[in-house]
């Protein structure tokens, strides 16, 4: 069960506009830690747009670090906060 803030799922009147989301993932240069869960199934819950999450992390190869932690969910705060902590020092140590 998703114990995500039900506020996700409230419909927004403006417009994703793709192209220029994707314009501003290419331009960070920062160090980056994508985080998701280990039972996630990724890709399958993107349904049609899955390319555009494969298109946003390519877009951070360079200074993307992927660390997956034994959640079923995106919501790792909630279900597993001590490995999501762990995973953020360790990226942060370098």
Not at 16 to 34: G, H
Not at 40 to 58: C, F, H, I, M
Request: hydrophobic share 40%; with cysteine; net charge positive.
């Amino acid at each position: 069960m998703l114990r995500a803030d039900p506020a996700h799922k409230i419909v927004n009147a403006t417009l994703y506009r793709y192209e220029e989301a994707l314009a501003c993932w290419k331009r960070v240069s920062a160090p980056v830690l994508w985080v998701e869960g280990e039972e996630w199934d990724t890709l399958k819950s993107y349904g049609p747009n899955a390319g555009q999450l494969v298109e946003r992390r390519a877009a951070l190869s360079a200074s993307c670090s992927t660390s997956r932690s034994r959640s079923r969910a995106t919501c790792c705060t909630t279900i597993s906060p001590e490995a999501l902590a762990g995973a953020i020092e360790a990226f942060l140590a370098g």
